[in-house]
T-cell receptor
Framework: TQLLEQSPQFLSIQEGENLTVYCNSSSVFSSLQWYRQEPGEGPVLLVTVVTGGEVKKLKRLTFQFGDARKDSSLHITAAQPGDTGLYLCAGAAGNNRKLIWGLGTSLGVNP | NAGVTQTPKFQVLKTGQSMTLQCAQDMNHNSMYWYRQDPGMGLRLIYY???????DKGEVPNGYNVSRLNKREFSLRLESAAPSQTSVYFC??????????????FGDGTRLSIL
């Protein structure tokens, strides 16, 4: 069974702090997606990484795909209250490219 | 831009009752999905439809049935609701099944309580 482990599970920080959340697996993924989910809404795609070692930036968010395509990280610089939400990673694996979902990191940014 | 629309947004049922959750997308996507989201369990795939006319079981299909009515609509039916089916249900769609970087677009969910 392929698993994606996300850490930490919960994170509460002050506005302006930096943070990194992780998405790890023992399996290789063809691609990996990061989503953010706000309370009462469905997940919304932030980014997709495809190539091992790839780094993508989305304003204050930096996403990295591990060289071996087994892990990924999300770094947020100078967090803001608007960054509050559940961050989910999902990896595409297997011949049918089925998505494997992590359990998420719940981030709270206090003003 | 509606995207993925789910109805109803909230529902309370008694054990043994049946109901259908509706989902429609206006993005001309080929693939559609039904998930449930529970605390500590994450998003779990119930059923999916890779293309119009096909449906397949996901990770947790027991107690559910689906219908891909047309390219736009994908419904989820609970024939005899059980308390274990209390959850938040999400419908999603994507351009195609199995594309390397395809994003899934989600609705806002149906919050279902079974008493």
């Amino acid at each position: 069974t392929q698993l994606l482990e996300q850490s930490p599970q919960f994170l509460s920080i002050q506005e302006g702090e930096n943070l990194t959340v992780y998405c790890n697996s023992s399996s290789v993924f063809s691609s990996l997606q990061w989503y953010r989910q706000e309370p009462g809404e469905g997940p919304v795609l932030l980014v997709t990484v495809v190539t091992g070692g790839e780094v993508k930036k989305l304003k204050r968010l930096t996403f990295q795909f591990g060289d071996a395509r087994k892990d990924s990280s999300l770094h947020i610089t100078a967090a803001q209250p608007g960054d509050t939400g559940l961050y989910l990673c999902a990896g595409a694996a297997g011949n049918n490219r089925k998505l494997i979902w992590g359990l998420g990191t719940s981030l709270g940014v206090n003003p | 831009n509606a995207g993925v629309t789910q109805t109803p947004k909230f529902q309370v049922l008694k054990t043994g009752q049946s109901m259908t959750l509706q989902c429609a997308q206006d993005m001309n996507h080929n693939s559609m999905y039904w998930y449930r989201q529970d605390p500590g369990m994450g998003l779990r795939l119930i059923y999916y439809s890779a293309s119009e006319g096909t449906t397949d079981k996901g990770e947790v299909p027991n107690g559910y049935n689906v219908s891909r009515l047309n390219k736009r609509e994908f419904s989820l039916r609970l024939e005899s609701a059980a308390p274990s089916q209390t959850s938040v249900y999400f419908c999603a769609s994507s351009e195609a099944w199995g594309s390397l970087d395809q994003p899934q677009h989600f609705g806002d969910g149906t919050r279902l309580s079974i008493l």
